[in-house]
């Protein structure tokens, strides 16, 4: 009997097909360790995942240049907000630990303005880089809230 005849008997197939499923079913225990997913310094991406998925939130409305999520590196290209075409700004987000604290937190703003048809470089208020680094992190606290319940 040939080796193509003993696969395509039904009882082979059969007993083929069992094996398979008590491997599979073997796959299913139930005694495997759970993770503290709400852990604090949760890095399987190389920095803390709450901090990080805020950021990307937060910074959402402007389009993303670079996203180094080992490095913890987010920097967005130039956004003109519709409402004042004028005016544009580029963000550059730096996650600095793995920990959620608020000095694991940098964000950089540049801001330029229409001059002429040419843009220059205005100064970027000091409150507008405090309030979204404080978004950013009520946003991460949030997400880690949410893991937890």
């Known amino acids: 009997m040939s080796v193509l005849?003993?696969?395509?008997?039904?009882?082979?197939?059969?007993?083929?097909?069992?094996?398979?499923?008590t491997a599979l079913a073997a796959c299913g225990g139930r005694d495997r360790p759970k993770a503290d997913l709400a852990a604090a310094n949760i890095n399987t991406i190389g920095v803390n995942s709450y901090l990080w998925r805020a950021a990307l939130e937060t910074i959402s409305f402007a389009p993303l240049l670079q996203a180094d999520s080992a490095g913890g590196v987010l920097v967005t290209d130039w956004y003109t907000n519709p409402a004042n075409p004028g005016e544009?700004?580029?963000?550059?987000?730096?996650?600095?630990?793995?920990?959620?604290?608020?000095?694991?937190?940098?964000?950089?703003?540049?801001?330029?303005?229409?001059?002429?048809?040419?843009?220059?470089?205005?100064?970027?208020?000091?409150?507008?880089?405090?309030?979204?680094e404080d978004i950013i992190l009520t946003k991460a606290r949030e997400l880690r809230r949410q893991a937890v319940s």
């Open 88 to 132: 544009r700004v580029k963000l550059t987000v730096v996650i600095l630990d793995q920990d959620l604290r608020a000095d694991a937190l940098r964000v950089a703003a540049s801001r330029q303005v229409s001059q002429a048809g040419t843009w220059v470089e205005a100064p970027v208020q000091a409150a507008t880089v405090q309030k979204l």
């Open 5 to 21: 005849q003993t696969f395509s008997r039904p009882r082979f197939r059969i007993v083929l097909a069992c094996a398979a499923l």
